[in-house]
């Protein structure tokens, strides 16, 4: 029977990540004002000017939360500079402009909130010397911000199927200023696209997704470099994030809900056929692809959860061998009320029933991520319902991308 949790499964909240100053260095004031900083420097006597050159940045690190509304100057003393970088990984790198004899350089850029900045600058004194700075800061904390729910887990072992996913909990107007923050690789290398949706709840949701099913083995990190990025209306980000997860044995299953059966492959071998059930007329088991979600050795299933009342209405008690396959309700769990019909009859509310000892065995073999696919039924399942993903075209797919 479809089945709704009342919680989603196999997710956490991504918490904000607190964001501390890198090479915690003092940093020089300038004649605008600020604290002394000795910072991470290199400096040079400077016989002409009969002082000790450096290169001076304000804000300095010792500084208290610096406010979006400041500019980020960088001054050599008794010499120029040859390079400036001002940059941090969610809001990406300052821009600024030079003074005429490059003594001073002024960002342009606004700073976002919340975020961590760090000022690599190089020159040389008026007597040829070389000069070096490096330091950091960071921003006062955003009043509004973002974050995104995300999977799989940091460490997990996934099946061929599993997409990456993110989950915001604020609307986000502003796509492609995110999505440029978000970046998956792989080893092996694969094609992969992010494609944009609504979740169920409404909520803007972003997948990646390979244009075939990863390879058993490949070793995929995802970069989330949201901290300041301006998700459109003043709402910032504020995550950093690293997530290492590795690709398990390509298990995959197809229902046949003419033959009644599932057919379960491990590694491209088969392993068994088993009868089944799947869901009635008005019912019908979604057709395509889903996603294995979670497992559960037992569950208690009633109609009441996903809304179904009057004559069709049940409670089945306690269930077992429970692989969910939608946020909707649909598993593929132990139904021994239907002992003798499995392979005869399709008697369910969208369930995919098997007797208690094949679903055991089925309940053993899946994993989180392996795809489950359902062949001659109707209506197939949409691409939020879980994992959809693999039932949109490959160009298709790469449209609900908000890049370019």
């Known amino acids: ?26 940093l020089a004031a300038c004649s605008t004002g600020g604290k002394a900083d000795s910072g991470s420097d290199t400096a040079a006597d400077d016989g002409k000017n009969g002082g000790t050159a450096a290169i001076v940045v304000t804000p300095g690190a010792d500084s ?6 400041r500019k980020v100057t960088v001054r050599a003393q008794g010499g120029s500079l040859t390079s400036v970088e001002v940059s941090s990984p969610g809001p990406g790198r300052l821009s600024g402009t030079w003074s005429k004899d490059k003594s001073v350089w002024t960002s342009t850029t606004p700073l976002a909130p919340g975020a961590t900045y760090t000022v690599r600058a190089k020159g040389e004194t ?42 915001f909990n604020k609307p986000v107007q502003d796509k492609a200023a995110v999505e440029r923050k978000l970046k998956v ?29 990863w390879k058993t083995g490949t070793a995929v990190t995802l970069r989330m470099d949201l901290a300041g990025v301006d998700a459109g209306g003043g709402v910032y980000g504020t995550q950093q994030r690293v997530v290492n997860f590795t690709i398990g044995d390509a298990v995959t299953s197809t ?34 692809t889903m996603v294995v979600l979670s497992k559960v050795p037992s569950i208690r299933m009633t109609s009441s959860s996903v809304g179904i009342f009057g004559p069709e ?14 946020p909707s309700g649909t598993y593929a769990h132990a139904a021994p009320w239907n002992e003798g019909k499995f392979g005869v009859v399709n008697g369910s509310h969208g369930c995919i029933g098997m007797s208690t000892s094949d679903a055991k065995w089925f309940y053993d073999q899946v994993h989180l991520g392996d795809p489950v696919t359902v062949v001659n039924s109707v209506d197939t399942v949409a691409t939020n319902n879980g994992y959809g993903d693999w039932n949109v075209g490959w160009e298709t797919w790469k449209q609900g991308s908000s890049l370019d």
């Open 1 to 26: 029977m479809r089945q709704r949790l009342t919680s989603r499964l196999g997710r956490r909240i991504a918490q904000p990540l607190a964001l501390t100053t890198v090479a915690a260095v003092a």
């Open 64 to 69: 208290e939360k610096v406010p979006v509304g």
């Open 126 to 167: 008026s007597g040829g010397s070389a000069l070096d700075k490096t330091g950091a800061f960071t921003t006062e904390a955003a009043k509004n911000t973002f974050v995104g729910e995300y999977y799989p887990d940091k460490g997990a072992k996934v099946g061929v199927a599993m997409p990456v996913s993110i989950t």
């Open 185 to 213: 690789t792989a080893s092996p290398a694969v094609e992969g696209a992010w494609s944009w949706m609504k979740d169920r709840d409404g909520k803007d949701r972003i997948d990646y997704r390979p244009q075939k099913y």
């Open 255 to 288: 229902v046949d809900t003419k033959k009644k059966t599932i057919s379960v492959a491990k590694n491209g071998k088969t392993l068994r056929t088993l009868k089944v059930s799947t869901g009635k007329e008005g019912f019908e088991t979604w057709n395509g």
């Open 313 to 326: 209405a049940y409670d089945l008690g306690a269930v077992k061998w429970d692989v969910q396959l939608t």
